[in-house]
Nanobody, 122 residues
Framework: QVQLVESGGGLVQAGGSLRLSCAAS????????MGWFRQAPGKEREFVAA?????SYADSVQGRFTISRDNAKNTVYLQMNSLKPEDTAVYYC??????????????????WGQGTQVTVSS
């Protein structure tokens, strides 16, 4: 069983930056595909970014967000730059078994964190 705890959310002005962290425990972190998803009020949860030995990004964040991982610290990060009001959402960290593919679908992730709120003011 993998436990995931997100941190780093908050309130930021448009154009600003935030870095989210997700600390994992209870599993072999290096063998998991790690992903970030987000859910805005009234909308479905959507893919943001994922990382194994490779990375994948949603078109809406490409060039602004960077996902990274530190296997020694069992932690995955999401550096968010040039934030826009439409980035406002609860951001969730997720872990999916398998390191050979970068998963973009929620159904590929077995473990989820509780989420951290990101609010971008205009």
């Amino acid at each position: 069983q993998v436990q995931l705890v997100e941190s780093g959310g908050g309130l930021v002005q448009a154009g600003g930056s935030l870095r989210l962290s997700c600390a994992a425990s209870g599993g072999t972190f290096s063998t998991y595909c790690m992903g970030w998803f987000r859910q805005a009020p009234g909308k479905e949860r959507e893919f943001v970014a994922a990382i194994t030995w490779s990375t994948s990004y949603a078109d809406s964040v490409q060039g602004r967000f960077t996902i990274s991982r530190d296997n020694a610290k069992n932690t995955v990060y999401l550096q968010m730059n040039s934030l826009k009001p439409e980035d406002t959402a609860v951001y969730y960290c997720a872990a999916g078994a398998g390191y050979y593919r970068v998963y973009t679908k929620m159904s590929n992730y077995a473990y989820w964190g509780q989420g951290t709120q990101v609010t971008v003011s205009s």
